[in-house]
């Protein structure tokens, strides 16, 4: 069957109205009815729909919504895992960076000055920080 066969059966004329209503394209509608049908095992067209086949589908459709809603939601806290992971890994690198470049400075203070004189200032300086 094609797309424009399927859409000529869109007469059933509740599905046409429901698309404009909804802002949706004749094509989407067609595109939602057959994935309906094959997920409900329907073989029937719009215009046979009965109303129970169409409060099915109502209900099909709420699913659907609810579904997307609900991978949206997903997607965004993956994403908000992600974005906090990627900013503790960079402060890791930015602490390491940090200490590879004081245990360089105290380095080349013991090569200037004994290492009890620069114990002592490290000393001194915990004492300050402490108070």
Known sequence: MSNDDDLSKLDGKWLVDMGEKS??????MNNWWNAFCSETERSITP??????????FFDWLEE???KAEA???????IAEEERKRKELEA???RKESERKDLFKYLDDSLRMFDFETVSEWLYLWMEEKES
């Open 91 to 93: 402060e890791a690198k």
């Open 64 to 66: 659907a919504k609810a």
């Open 71 to 77: 991978e949206k939601v997903e997607k965004a806290r």
């Open 23 to 28: 802002g949706q394209s004749r094509s989407t």
């Open 47 to 56: 215009k046979q729909a009965t109303p129970e086949d169409k409060s099915v």
